[in-house]
């Protein structure tokens, strides 16, 4: 069948509106018409260019919400009509990882989506006769999407798409770090670089651990107003320092430096910064962001000697077809908020204004409505 959709063709161009043809679900697969996508700082890294593994032409997006339009042989767990929301890190609940209960990080088909493939290997996107790379196995810049069933997380009807389709990114991965991987404690004093779409959703996990100080460091200051109705407590901006006295700042800010800090930038320095303003004997950052191409982390290994730990978080550790309803859940209860994260709203042939948006750091999340 025919989709509109926003094709990236190449690395660094502008995304371009076309009609692409989807094939139906083959076994084990499902076909989903995307109501609404958000569009995360991932989706942008790869569009420039400075991820090492991104393939072209792609559809981009892995932020949406939709319906089950229609499924493949052997397909169990959804039906037709159900509302579900793609998930790039699926949840096969059989490959070792899962049955580790150590990771989130599904194993089942990781190997065919970083290749832009269904997991026999094929697209189900073309243009003509140039087949066109699936993206993070959810390419939801396109209204129709073909995602295997073990990738979708069905959630409650009543669940408005234009909102709901931040958790399937942004929400999670944010709220998620705090409470799946750092499992911040109720009285601890947390330090979050980078109060954008995934920053602020940190902030907002913090105060729902019961963290005590909750420092936000941003080098633009419209983020502060925002992020205190999130929760923060102290706003820092490097740019009113100089570079060398950032971390004895923050050091000092939290009593001898955070029990918990947060990467949601995606740079390396930052990273750094990140670690060293962690409390001396046991204090932990959590890298979130995803830095370019070619760049590494360091530190001097006394940092680490004297206790400081450093992790990683993809998608909040959590496990999404189990997970991802329970927080569609918690925003229907009036548990977390999205409204007011997403400033713009917008349809798909404005797609590229979103991104020039982000850049200008006017928006939190541009949501994309078919
Ligand atoms: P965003 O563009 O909305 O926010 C980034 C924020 O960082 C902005 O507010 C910007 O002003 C701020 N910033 C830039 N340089 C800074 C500096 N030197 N110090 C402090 N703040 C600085 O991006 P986002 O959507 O929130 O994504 C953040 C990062 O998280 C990106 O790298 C993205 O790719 C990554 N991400 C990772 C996961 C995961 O699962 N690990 C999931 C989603 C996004
Ligand atoms: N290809 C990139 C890595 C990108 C990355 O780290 N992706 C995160 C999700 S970001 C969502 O906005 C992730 O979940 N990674 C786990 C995985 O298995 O890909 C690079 O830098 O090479
Ligand atoms: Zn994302």
Redesign the pocket.
């Known amino acids: 069948m025919d989709s509109r959709a926003a094709v990236a063709y190449k690395a660094g161009e502008k995304l371009t509106i076309e009609t692409v043809q989807v094939e139906g679900p083959r076994a084990g697969e499902v076909m989903v018409e995307i109501k609404a996508t958000g569009v995360?700082?991932?989706d942008e890294f790869t569009r420039s260019g400075a991820?090492?593994?991104g393939l072209f032409p792609c559809i981009l997006g892995?932020e949406g919400a939709g319906v089950v339009v229609d499924v493949g042989p052997g397909v169990t767990s959804v039906k037709k009509g159900d509302h579900v929301v793609p998930l790039?890190?699926p949840e096969c609940r059989q490959c070792k990882s899962c049955l580790s209960r150590k990771t989130n990080?599904c194993t089942a088909i990781?190997a065919t989506q970083?290749q832009g493939l269904m997991p026999d290997k094929s697209s189900r996107f073309k243009l003509g006769n140039e087949s066109v790379k699936h993206y993070?196995g959810c390419s939801t810049f396109s209204n129709f999407t073909v995602l295997p069933e073990i990738a979708v997380a069905k959630i409650r009807e009543d669940a408005p798409f234009d909102k709901v389709c931040y958790i399937g990114?942004g929400v999670t991965?944010g709220i998620g770090a705090v409470i799946n991987t750092a499992k911040v404690q109720p009285g601890d004093n947390v330090v979050v670089f980078g109060l954008g779409g995934i920053g602020l959703n940190v902030i907002q996990g913090a105060r729902m651990a019961g963290a005590d100080k909750i420092v936000g460091v941003d080098l633009n200051p419209k983020r502060k107003a925002l992020a205190e109705k999130f929760g923060l407590t102290h706003f820092v901006n490097p740019s009113d320092m100089p570079e060398n006295e950032l971390v004895p700042y923050l050091v000092n800010l939290t009593d001898g430096g955070a029990d918990y800090s947060f990467e949601c930038v995606g740079s390396v320095k930052v990273m750094r910064q990140a670690l060293e303003c962690c409390h001396r004997g046991w204090g932990t950052s959590v890298i979130i962001g995803?830095?370019g191409?070619g760049q590494e982390i360091s530190t001097r290994p006394f940092q680490l000697v004297t206790g400081r730990v450093w992790k990683g978080s993809?998608?909040g550790g959590a496990r999404g077809r189990t997970d991802v309803p329970k927080i569609v859940d918690w925003y229907m209860e009036k548990k977390i908020i999205i409204d007011d994260l997403i400033t713009h709203t917008m349809p798909l042939d404005q797609i590229n204004h979103a991104l020039d948006l982000m850049h200008a750091g006017e928006s939190i999340r541009s949501v994309v409505v078919f």
């Open positions: 995360c700082h991932t991820d090492p593994e892995h790039y890190t990080l990781r970083g993070m990114c991965t995803v830095a191409a993809a998608f």
